[in-house]
């Protein structure tokens, strides 16, 4: 971070001893926040998860340690990252602890929070770019728009034990016209047919960002209906958006005519 610009942000330091827990957006490094790479450029340790951009890495001298975890594993290893961060940081380190998007969306930032609090350990909460507005907005399609949403829901698709989250699918179905779905792909169908049971169109616009704001992101604009096999052969890393605001894609989606 160029100092003036640190100056004139009056961005606080990482100091000894702290816990940043920073939002490094969805994939393009550019999304990262200043106070994001004020941090990259002060802490001592970074953990960091896998759907970390290597090139905000690279950016920094401090020892870094990967703390991924797949999907549905909960184990231990979720006590192990917060006790690693309370132990640093007892240390006297400047911690960072770096994850995908937002730290508080769907990445478990909330629990590594709690425990920082209850160990009296000082931290900070840097949000993010999280991929259910972000993501989408590299694809050309707004989150809400005034002739199509009001509202959105965000919802993930499994919980903690890997299987479909428990929900009242046919309440989800009445809510916002808009339904932004995280973890989804392995149960697109399964969400689909509940939905479209519940009373919503299969004829409803759908679409898929994979891999949304990187080199190889992919739209794949589909329908309700048509979400579980599309999704089926989407890359893994996915988010899904229901809803007539899908269309604006069609008119909006710069990324792609930026690379034409
Ligand atoms: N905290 C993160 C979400 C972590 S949960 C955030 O705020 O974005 C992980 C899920 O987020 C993935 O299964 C996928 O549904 C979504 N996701 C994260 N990054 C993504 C990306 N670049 N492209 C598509 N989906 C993404």
Known sequence: ???????????????????????????????????????????????????????????????KIYAGKRAGVRSCKQDEISDLLIKLAREGRRVLRLKGGDP????????????????????????????????????????????????????????????????????VSRGAPTLVLYMARKFAGEISAALIAAGRSADEPAAIVANAARADQQVIVTTLGGLGAAAE??????????????????ELNWLAKTKT
């Open 233 to 250: 052969n989407a890359p893994s890393l996915a988010i899904m958006v229901i809803g007539e605001n899908v269309r604006l894609a069609e």
């Open 104 to 171: 508080f969306v769907f990445g478990r930032g909330g629990e590594e929070a709690q425990a920082l609090a209850r160990a009296g350990v000082p931290f900070r909460i840097v949000p993010g770019v999280t991929a259910g507005i972000g993501g989408l907005a590299y694809a050309g399609i707004p989150v809400t728009h005034r002739d199509t949403n009001h509202a959105v829901t965000f919802i993930t698709g499994h919980g903690i034990d890997g299987k479909l989250t428990k929900m009242d699918w046919a309440a």
């Open 1 to 63: 971070m160029h100092e003036d610009i640190a100056t004139a942000l009056k961005l606080p330091p990482l100091e000894k001893g702290w816990v940043w827990l920073v939002g490094a957006g969805p994939g393009d490094p550019g999304l990262i926040t200043a106070l994001g790479l004020q941090a990259l450029a002060q802490a001592d340790f970074i953990l960091y998860d896998a759907l970390v951009d290597e090139t905000l890495l690279t950016l920094s001298t401090a020892e």
